[in-house]
């Protein structure tokens, strides 16, 4: 499995106190990272530009001296807040992406990139932030999208797969006909942590004869090492948390 990563060292969503295994929504982290400095509850950070094509290894670093300004304007528009949802809890809020306007159009603009003319005829989006990268990236390819969605929430008939959490199982689920066998699909989800939730949605698409041409992300916390649950599925992320 590859992983291309482009990428400053910088938290997001949830990172915990303590490094114990989590599910995707709560993400363990032993600390905020050595390089990130909190101002105004934003991080910071120096940046590196991995590339983003890597063959044959998991990740491959480009120039050093080779900087996207974009991932800078991503990185610094979200905001760190700490003690949230409860004490010991570093929540890293994507809200502040969304309203600065450049960031956000950066954002998708970066995926758009990747998979404009490689037809890619399904956009899938894990609940819940998927849903918001998800959509623009599925108009500007040309390609639909479909809500991949925890238990009792679609309304029609559904497709379910079942994946483990630090304590119990969760399952997704996709309607019945969104897709159909031999589509090619890339899976959309802003951070990846312990992988459990991606890799669900891959054996879900696969099980209807769906090619997974890849998995993107805006993030990736390498620590809980969530990409080796994606088997030969490729990962490509826009930023990578530092350990």
Same mark, same amino acid.
């Given at each position: 499995?590859?992983?291309?990563?482009?990428?400053?060292?910088?938290?997001?969503?949830?990172?915990?106190?303590?490094?114990?295994?989590?599910? *995707?929504?709560?993400?363990?982290?032993?600390?905020?990272?050595?390089?990130?400095?909190?101002?105004?509850?934003?991080?910071?950070?120096?940046? *590196?530009?991995? &590339?983003?094509?890597?063959?044959? *290894? @998991?990740?491959?670093?480009? =120039?050093? @001296?080779?900087?996207?300004?974009?991932?800078?304007?991503?990185? &610094?528009?979200?905001?760190?807040?700490? @003690? +949230?949802?409860?004490?010991?809890?570093?929540?890293? @809020?994507?809200? =502040?992406?969304?309203?600065?306007?450049? #960031?956000?159009?950066?954002?998708?603009?970066?995926?758009?990139?990747?998979?404009?003319?490689?037809?890619?005829?399904?956009?899938?989006? /894990?609940?819940?932030?998927?849903?918001? +990268?998800?959509?623009?990236?599925?108009?500007?390819?040309?390609?639909?999208?479909?809500?991949?969605?925890?238990?009792?929430?679609?309304?029609?008939?559904?497709?379910?797969?079942?994946?483990?959490?630090?304590?119990?199982?969760?399952?997704?689920?996709?309607? /019945?006909?969104? /897709?159909?066998?031999?589509?090619?699909?890339?899976?959309?989800?802003?951070?990846?942590?312990?992988?459990?939730?991606?890799?669900?949605?891959?054996?879900?698409?696969?099980?209807?004869?769906?090619?997974?041409?890849?998995?993107?992300?805006?993030?990736?916390?390498?620590?809980?090492?969530?990409?080796?649950?994606?088997?030969?599925?490729?990962?490509? /992320?826009?930023?990578?948390? #530092?350990?």
């Amino acid at each position: 499995m590859q992983t291309i990563i482009i990428s400053p060292l910088v938290s997001h969503r949830l990172c915990l106190a303590r490094a114990v295994p989590c599910n *995707r929504l709560l993400n363990n982290h032993h600390r905020a990272p050595p390089s990130i400095r909190l101002s105004n509850h934003r991080s910071t950070t120096s940046l *590196r530009l991995f &590339s983003s094509a890597a063959a044959s *290894r @998991d990740s491959e670093m480009a =120039t050093e @001296d080779v900087q996207d300004p974009r991932i800078a304007k991503i990185a &610094s528009s979200i905001r760190v807040i700490p @003690d +949230f949802p409860k004490p010991g809890i570093m929540f890293q @809020d994507i809200t =502040t992406l969304l309203l600065d306007t450049e #960031a956000f159009k950066d954002t998708i603009a970066l995926f758009v990139d990747r998979y404009k003319d490689k037809g890619i005829s399904v956009v899938a989006g /894990v609940e819940a932030r998927g849903f918001i +990268f998800g959509p623009p990236i599925a108009l500007a390819i040309g390609a639909k999208f479909v809500p991949m969605r925890k238990p009792k929430k679609l309304p029609g008939k559904v497709i379910s797969e079942e994946y483990s959490l630090e304590y119990g199982t969760d399952t997704i689920e996709m309607h /019945v006909g969104a /897709v159909e066998p031999g589509e090619r699909a890339i899976i959309i989800d802003d951070l990846i942590a312990t992988g459990g939730t991606l890799a669900a949605a891959i054996r879900l698409l696969e099980r209807v004869g769906v090619k997974i041409v890849e998995c993107a992300c805006v993030i990736e916390l390498p620590e809980l090492k969530g990409k080796e649950k994606l088997g030969e599925t490729s990962l490509f /992320v826009l930023v990578k948390s #530092a350990a």
